[in-house]
């Protein structure tokens, strides 16, 4: 028997059946009659038949390995001074700072003890099975940037950030699985997270290499992870499209998403490569990584193209474990920037009576997004709607 991923649409008719080996991620969302349900369930063929042909079930996905989206370790040495991301998006001019705003990372943990986080209220839950400790130092390295207070230099965008959510979903070696990601989503939203920073992505050449060494034809492995990412891509357009319907009843988060860092432009120029799930994912703000060099911003050789948004991702200084500070480069890296910049215009938008919610927020990072930061040759398909600008 493999396992799955279900999809039901309502909180009433969302049983597992007799028979089916199931374990329930998801509950009712605040109360929601027609909240999302998930759970992840172990069927034979048989009762896989039995599941789709639920009505009240929508997408039926196999279970799929996810992976951290890998950073590069800069050259550079971790910067004296305030991380220059922060000058480059304009939070350093924005009297906001995502004060009220709460927000979710679902990455390889965090290092609580760190004084980049000294008085944030971190809720942590671990969906990995290995402990909150943030052994990669990925988890810690996004967090500082999206909400790290200072510590002799600026690494935070949004320093007023006074509660966070930190779900580990990636385990000690940087690896996990579909069903850790929707639990910890399903978690960030049962704890009414405002944005969920993302900077994993699906593990198609893992499955593949997973089948394989069990015995099975490359052909056959490669076809049946395929099928599973095909799966989980429209089991995440799915999730984004009910929690959109939703977003009347104040549950709707805004997602964001590195694209990845597949492409090689130092390599060949064409050698780009699409956003990768859960970027390409309809409804997740997908990011672009962004480079400085001689006061002159550049698309990075390894951002993935066709993001919806470009943010800093080259030379990023933020928190790691031990107290200490790393200069990572990466989409992984731009992710948190946008993350930590649509806080400060959630709490813009709350103050000028706006609705916030995932829609107007990704509205205004679209909208003031800039694009005559670049020279005018740029290929708009490598930056999105511009570079991220936060609210003055």
């Not at 003890?113 to 402990?131: K, Q, R």
């Not at 984004?240 to 492409?263: C, F, K, R, T, Y």
């Not at 390409?280 to 400085?292: E, L, P, R």
Request: glycine residues 10%; negative net charge.
């Amino acid at each position: 028997m493999k396992k799955y991923v279900v999809l039901r649409s309502s909180a009433a008719d969302a049983r597992v059946k007799p028979g089916l080996a199931g374990t329930r991620l998801f509950e009712t969302l605040r109360h929601a009659a027609a909240a999302p349900q998930i759970t992840v369930e172990r069927l034979s063929d048989k009762e896989l038949a039995q599941a789709r042909a639920e009505p009240e079930v929508r997408l039926v996905a196999p279970t799929m390995p996810t992976r951290l989206i890998e950073p590069f370790k800069s050259a550079a040495a971790a910067a004296a001074a305030d991380s220059w991301g922060i000058a480059a998006v304009g939070a350093d001019k924005s009297r906001f700072t995502g004060a009220g705003v709460t927000v979710c990372v679902l990455d390889t943990g965090i290092d609580v003890d760190h004084p980049a986080f000294a008085g944030v209220n971190l809720v942590t839950n671990d969906f990995s099975g290995d402990g909150m400790a943030d052994v990669v130092g990925h988890g810690t390295h996004c967090a500082g940037t999206i909400f790290g207070r200072d510590v002799g230099k600026r690494i935070g965008i949004a320093r007023g950030v006074e509660k966070a959510l930190i779900g580990k979903v990636l385990g000690n070696d940087g690896s996990g699985s579909s069903e850790m990601l929707f639990n910890g989503m399903t978690w960030a939203l049962q704890q009414n997270a405002n944005i969920i920073s993302m900077s994993l992505g699906f593990d198609f050449p893992g499955m593949v290499e997973q089948l394989t060494q069990g015995g099975m034809p490359v052909a056959l492995a490669t076809s049946q992870a395929l099928e599973a990412y095909r799966g989980n891509l429209r089991m995440f357009d799915a999730i984004m499209a009910m929690l959109d319907a939703q977003g009347g009843l104040g549950i709707e988060p805004l997602v964001v998403a590195a694209a990845g860092n597949e492409s090689r432009r130092g390599d060949n120029k064409d050698f780009r490569i699409a956003v990768s799930l859960p970027a390409a994912a309809n409804d997740v703000v997908s990011v672009a990584a962004i480079g400085k060099r001689n006061d002159k911003l550049f698309v990075a050789d390894f951002s993935n193209h066709m993001a919806r948004i470009s943010a800093p991702g080259v030379d990023i200084t933020s928190a790691f474990p031990g107290g200490g500070f790393e200069t990572w480069s990466g989409t992984s890296m731009a992710c948190p920037h946008v993350a930590g910049v649509a806080a400060l215009w959630w709490e813009a938008l709350q103050e000028d009576g706006v609705q916030a919610d995932a829609r107007t927020v990704a509205a205004k990072l679209s909208a003031t997004a800039r694009r005559d930061v670049f020279p005018p040759d740029i290929d708009g398909t490598d930056i999105g709607d511009g570079f991220l600008t936060a609210p003055e």
